[in-house]
């Protein structure tokens, strides 16, 4: 497969009105492929879904059940549900959302004969790490029931890869962050710490509160390795262009470089202008304090070198992409 790099494929992109699943549909058009998205739109927008994409509104599981025979090249999985606290409080719904409906995926793969799949994972998979940054031979040993579900899908992709001939990818995500032009963080629930700071620039928070300033870092505050979510997308084209026939291949994606929660902060300040109050509030259960990804396996074997590593270039495109929703 890695002789064909620009052969337009006719892919699946689940999840493709979320935020990282439709700046990936989007590159993945731009760069000349045949895009149908697929999402229920339980946290996913109508108008996220870029306008080349073919839509179709419904379960990815039933969906692929019913499409894939139609000729498809592979799917690019991103549906699922991503909240840490509520997977923690409602377990079922993380894994039946995303290990049943991801197995009920990879058997609608077999049947069809469908051989490239490229899956989002997670860091939250490795849990509390032993040693930073964490490469992808590090233990996985996830500590809330979203990474124990994203890495039982990782075990599952495995075992069908094997046995069906699946070229599969899993990428394993540290914290993404930016936006690219109309495509952004937009969670009807919002957790991750650039988008809640920006909801202050703005005013629609009044101000962010610091979850422990008691870590062992430098500043106190916890440590984590943003990544471009273009960078991130990017890795996804090069992931299905070196996918290998019946084997599994895992990549972990960040940028090498953390950033502490107060560095965060202050680059929303300089970028937005605005004063930002902030409050220290006590740690957040499961936390762990430094989390940064050793990406050379994917430097390596994919060629994949993140380009917009400054935090406040990160910043920016995520706050551009902010006042443009704010008069929608
Ligand atoms: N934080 C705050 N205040 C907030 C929100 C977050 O101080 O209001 C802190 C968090 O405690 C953490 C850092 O900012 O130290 C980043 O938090 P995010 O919620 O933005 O991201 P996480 O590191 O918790 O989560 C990311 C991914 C998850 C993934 C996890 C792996 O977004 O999908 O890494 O641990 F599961």
Redesign the pocket.
């Known amino acids: 497969m890695t002789d064909e790099p620009t052969k337009t494929l006719k892919l699946m992109v689940t999840g493709g009105a979320g935020y990282v699943g439709s700046v990936c549909a989007a590159r993945l058009i731009e760069a000349g492929h045949d895009v149908t998205v697929v999402d229920d739109l339980s946290t996913g927008h109508a108008d996220a879904v870029h306008p080349d994409a073919t839509f179709v509104e419904g379960d990815a599981a039933e969906v692929a059940g019913r499409l894939l025979g139609d000729g498809f090249d592979g799917v690019l999985h991103f549906a699922a549900k ?1 909240l ?1 606290g509520e997977s923690m409080t409602d377990p079922a719904k993380y894994w039946e959302g995303n290990v049943l409906t991801s197995l009920r995926l990879l058997e609608a793969m077999r049947d069809h004969g469908t051989k490239r799949l490229v899956f989002s994972s ?3 998979t490795y849990g509390e790490p032993e040693s930073s940054p964490i490469p992808e031979t590090a233990p996985t040993q996830p500590t809330n029931t ?2 124990a579900t994203k890495l039982a899908i990782d075990h599952a992709i495995t075992s069908f890869s094997r046995a069906h001939g699946i070229a599969a990818v899993s990428l394993r995500y ?3 962050a930016g936006a690219y032009g109309s495509f952004g963080e937009r969670h009807t629930t919002e ?4 988008p ?1 700071v920006l909801q202050v620039a703005t005013g629609d928070r009044e101000r ?5 300033d008691d870590y062992p870092t430098s500043d106190g505050t ?1 440590i ?1 390795d943003y990544i471009h979510v273009v960078d991130l997308a990017d890795a996804h084209l090069l992931a299905l262009r070196h996918a290998a026939d019946g084997e599994h291949r895992i990549y972990n994606l960040g940028s090498g470089t953390g950033f502490s ?1 107060l560095e965060v902060i202050e680059a929303c300040r300089r970028t937005t202008g605005h004063e930002i109050p902030a409050a220290v509030a006590p740690r ?1 259960a499961g ?2 304090s430094v ?1 940064v990804a050793s990406s050379e396996r994917a430097g390596d074997e994919l060629g994949w070198k993140p380009e917009r590593t400054d935090l406040d270039g990160i910043v920016a495109d995520a706050w551009t992409f902010t006042q443009s929703r704010q008069n929608v």
């Open positions: 991503s840490v997670t860091a939250a979203y990474g540290f914290n993404v957790t991750h710490l650039i809640l962010i509160q610091i979850f422990g916890a984590r929660v957040r936390d762990p989390l």
